[in-house]
């Protein structure tokens, strides 16, 4: 199932044997709840709508919008209420307008598991539908902070230059006529342009994207798209808007099928789009603001002067870690997180290269015992209550590796440093990329560059020079013979040896 879709839900009544009466989840039958779940017990029509998001998806509805949710039900504000808006699919608003824009989080962990139902989030608009109100709600001057996630690639920055890279259809669509946006930047840049005319403080661009240092990567975005249209403006936003960078840290799998039927027989609600979560979760922001700091710190984000450090914690270790097993995990025959690592050949693979490979790299942020958030991750990536699916870890490798495993890979190429476990996850990658597991058996490449990828790998096979040829993904690593036969050695392990054996060799590991 893909997020595009809502959960179907069988019509038959449950009997009153089968669990608690179910309810639709509107506003008017929260009350009938409180038994079951936690529900909000603040006034959500005094909510002020103050933050903007666009792109939500499950993430957003797990992390990000939980914290807001804190800060209303613990009575800190009602200041930031958050309005949801959608770029390309009118798919969440059709599941969360009829509730009233409620829906529920379940928590997960082998220990149990817990739901609350959010109501911070008090409207929801599709862009495409109307574009003025969109805009209207960008220059309300109760709007002070508008958040993003919308994937590394969405922010359209040349990987070699990190310049905005104007040359798509819908950025000339959004030149010609600012009134009718298409993209995101389209969006930001006019409202923020009609702020300016109208005297009015602009908003903070808070990046929730797990991409190196997001916030400039949003600044270079808008600024970007600002200069295309005028210096001034360009200019106005450089000067005046803040856009932190901020690192988001919770795993949460796209919701199965089936999870509409089983939220409703345990708890007696009908959600139309639960979010399956794990109890962790962890949010740090730069603290840089245009228009007001939300007080998210008072319900446990951490505001801090530079994100950088835990940034590269969390996508080196995590991000990079979920690449590398998902890769490998698919070609061994394996459909989720906590398969792989139930199995020890695997688990010791991960351990040993977050310890020996990446970690040495790593500056160490301050407030952080890094063999205990490793520790952490071990026990995450194996909970079996989540079941992550591994093609999730797969989706998108073209902008992942790029961004979370190949920088260690680089910087461990430069120092003279062991890297022979982040190679194996390179070749992982690569073998995937022919578009089979080690039986043969079909795997799906959900990439934005899938066609030419599978077709570099099919015609490179174990030689990797053809995909290393793509210097927007490598830069220069086809560059480094040494290197080069290096990765050529462990492409054709895995094909001569299999993934389990290939691991056990490179961590000395006996096979069970």
């Known amino acids: 199932m893909t997020q595009a879709e809502i959960l179907p839900f069988s019509s038959a009544p449950a009997s009153r044997s089968a669990g608690p009466e179910i309810l639709p989840l509107t506003e008017q039958s929260l009350g009938s709840f409180t038994d079951q779940l936690l529900v909000p017990t603040y006034d959500r029509a005094a909510l002020t709508p103050a933050v903007v998001h666009f792109s939500v998806g499950g993430f957003h509805r797990a992390h990000q919008l939980l914290y807001f949710d804190e800060v209303a039900e613990r009575r800190i504000s009602s200041d930031w209420g958050v309005v949801g808006v959608g770029l ?63 994937t590394g690639s969405g922010y359209r920055l040349s990987p070699s230059t990190g310049a905005f890279d104007a040359d798509d259809d819908d950025i000339r669509a959004d030149l010609r006529n600012p009134a009718r946006p298409r993209t995101v930047f389209g969006y930001l840049v006019e409202a923020l342009d009609r702020r300016r005319r109208a005297g009015l403080p602009p908003f903070t661009v808070v990046s929730c994207d797990n991409m190196h240092r997001n916030g400039d990567a949003a600044r270079a975005a808008v600024v970007g798209f600002a200069r295309l249209r005028d210096e001034v403006l360009a200019r106005w936003i450089t000067d005046r808007v803040a856009f932190p960078s901020s690192m988001v840290d919770r795993i949460t799998p796209h919701t199965p099928p089936g999870e ?141 590796m790029p961004h979370h495993l190949l920088p260690s890979l680089e910087e461990a190429l430069a120092a003279g440093r062991p890297h022979r476990l982040l190679t194996l996850a390179v070749a992982g990658w690569f073998r995937y990329l022919r578009g089979t597991d080690e039986t043969g058996t079909p795997l799906v490449i959900d990439d934005p560059h899938a066609e030419r990828l599978r077709a570099l790998a099919r015609v490179g096979g174990t030689d990797p020079r053809p995909l290393l040829g793509l210097r927007a993904l490598f830069g220069r690593l086809v560059d480094d013979a040494v290197f080069v036969d290096e990765l050529q050695q462990a492409l054709e392990q895995l094909d001569r040896d299999g993934v389990r054996a290939t691991l056990a060799a490179g961590t000395a590991v006996p096979l069970r």
């Not at 609600?269 to 245009?290: G, K, L, N």
């Open 260 to 400: 509409r039927e089983a939220v409703a027989r345990r708890y007696g609600v009908d959600d139309r789009w639960p979010v399956i979560t794990e109890p962790f979760s962890q949010w740090i922001i730069e603290d840089s603001f245009s228009n007001g700091r939300p007080p998210l710190d008072q319900v446990g984000v951490r505001f801090v002067p530079d994100v950088g450090a835990y940034e590269l914690m969390k996508t080196r270790l995590l991000n990079a870690s979920h690449c590398a097993l998902g890769y490998l995990g698919s070609l061994a025959g394996l459909g989720t997180l906590d398969q792989v690592m139930a199995e020890p050949v695997f688990a010791h693979y991960v351990e040993r290269l977050m310890d020996d490979e990446v970690t040495p790299l790593l500056p160490p942020p301050e407030g952080i015992d890094l063999a205990d958030y490793k520790r952490t991750l071990l026990q995450r990536f194996a909970n079996p209550a989540i079941s992550d699916g591994l093609p999730r870890l797969c989706r998108r490798g073209s902008t992942k």
């Open 88 to 150: 390309n699919s009118r798919t969440m608003k059709e599941a969360l307008a009829p509730q009233d824009h409620l829906y529920t989080v379940v928590e997960r962990s082998p220990d149990g598991e817990r739901a609350r139902v959010v109501g911070v989030m008090i409207d929801y608009h599709f862009a495409p539908e109307d574009p003025a109100r969109v805009l209207d709600l960008l220059t309300d001057e109760r709007t002070r902070m508008v958040s993003l996630t919308i």
